[in-house]
């Protein structure tokens, strides 16, 4: 493209081919205390201790845990999940995962004694979860789970 075939800009009037200029700023209505995404904010380096689980469970890494688990709580908490998972078997630290407070709430994940502790198995999807689960992942879970309703 030639300067030539740009558009004329008359006097001080914004060019309609370039990218707003440094300072200008879009203003949206009604968001003035809008807070920024959570990925956005800083995240502290949290150090997960590996917790050794008596009850019955699959591995993290197994696929029970990637086909059931990622329909309760979605890719991005199972693979924090996973994450954290890896640093307490390598006792490394790493930033504060994203869904760690879903992980908190479903119960995969437990806050003790002001660190994360996560267990080395993660347990089968509770009954009342795999009901809301969709008819042929509901089949799919009562073929992989032997004894589940």
């Known amino acids: 493209m030639n300067s030539t075939d740009l558009p004329p800009t008359s006097g001080t009037a914004p060019c309609q081919v370039c990218p707003p200029s440094q300072g200008t700023r879009a203003v949206i209505?009604?968001?003035?205390?809008a807070h920024p995404r959570r990925t956005a904010l800083t995240r502290t380096d949290v150090s997960p201790v590996l917790a050794d689980s008596a009850a019955t469970g699959y591995p993290p890494t197994h696929r029970y845990v990637r086909q059931f688990w990622i329909a309760v709580l979605g890719p991005g908490a199972v693979a924090d999940l996973l994450r954290l998972t890896a640093a307490a078997h390598s006792g490394r630290s790493?930033?504060?995962?994203?869904y760690l407070e879903s992980l908190l709430r479903i119960g995969l994940v437990v806050w003790h004694d002001g660190s994360i502790t996560v267990a080395d198995k993660v347990p089968p999807v509770p009954e009342y979860l795999v009901q809301r689960f969709p008819p042929a992942l509901?089949?799919?879970h009562a073929r992989a789970v032997p004894g589940a309703a």
Do not use: G, M
């Open 94 to 98: 790493l930033k504060e995962p994203i």
């Open 29 to 33: 209505p009604d968001v003035a205390d």
């Open 138 to 140: 509901r089949r799919a």
